[in-house]
T-cell receptor, first 115, second 114 residues
């Protein structure tokens, strides 16, 4: 069974640009969550999608957005990039989005660097 | 507010020794779940073990076990017989009140030497 696939693995952008990251969940998983990992703030929850609906959102500015498609694949978009957006972005999938029932399975992440 | 605290930035252990990684949590929910994940230098997060607040027994998964002390709000991870491949960052996480996100601690870096 293929795992969670995130593309691209590495990305370099400049301030002010926008970026789109992609996540393909494990087959059959309907929930996709996104997390940002930085040395200073650690791992922080961005948002969670289930059946194309955003069910939960972390404390991030509106520049961070996401969506989920009917095949459960998800994208997140960051507009007007800032230096502080440099981070490892991790995507996780689970069957129903309830970590207490099934653990979230993570992808390898996309490492975004802002110059 | 829910919170996870991992007070050990780094731990050093020799192969075949056991090691305990500390985790304390704060939540007002009577029902909650706690996770441990491993993150090697390559970046992926690997699920290790889960403990539910109402589970009667401490969770175990192979060489991993949880020392769950509910009254003290601690969920320490015990790794028995450490291996070189155990060198990684370890995160303790709590399910948030919405039930769909994980709140992570700052992590503990474990270094295993031969």
């Amino acid at each position: 069974k293929a795992g969670v696939t995130q593309t691209p693995r590495y990305l370099i952008k400049t301030r002010g640009q926008q970026v789109t990251l992609s996540c393909s969940p494990i087959s059959g998983h309907r929930s996709v969550s996104w997390y940002q990992q930085t040395p200073g703030q650690g791992l922080q929850f961005l948002f969670e999608y289930f059946s194309e609906t955003q069910r939960n959102k972390g404390n991030f500015p509106g520049r961070f957005s996401g969506r989920q498609f009917s095949n459960s694949r998800s994208e997140m978009n960051v507009s007007t990039l800032e230096l502080g957006d440099s981070a490892l972005y991790l995507c996780a999938s689970s069957p129903d989005g309830s970590p207490s029932n099934q653990p979230q399975h993570f992808g390898d992440g996309t490492r975004l660097s802002i110059l | 507010a829910q919170k996870i605290t991992q007070t050990q930035p780094g731990m050093f252990v020799q192969e075949k020794e056991a090691v305990t990684l500390d985790c304390t949590y704060d939540t007002s929910d009577p029902s909650y779940g706690l996770f441990w994940y491993k993150q090697p230098s390559s970046g992926e997060m690997i699920f290790l073990i889960y403990q539910g607040s109402y589970d009667q027994q401490n969770a175990t998964e192979g060489r991993y076990s949880l020392n769950f002390q509910k009254a003290r709000k601690s969920a320490n991870l015990v790794i028995s017989a450490s291996q070189l491949g155990d060198s990684a960052m370890y995160f303790c996480a709590l399910v948030d009140q919405a039930g769909t996100a994980l709140i992570f601690g700052k992590g503990t870096t474990l270094s295993v030497s031969s």
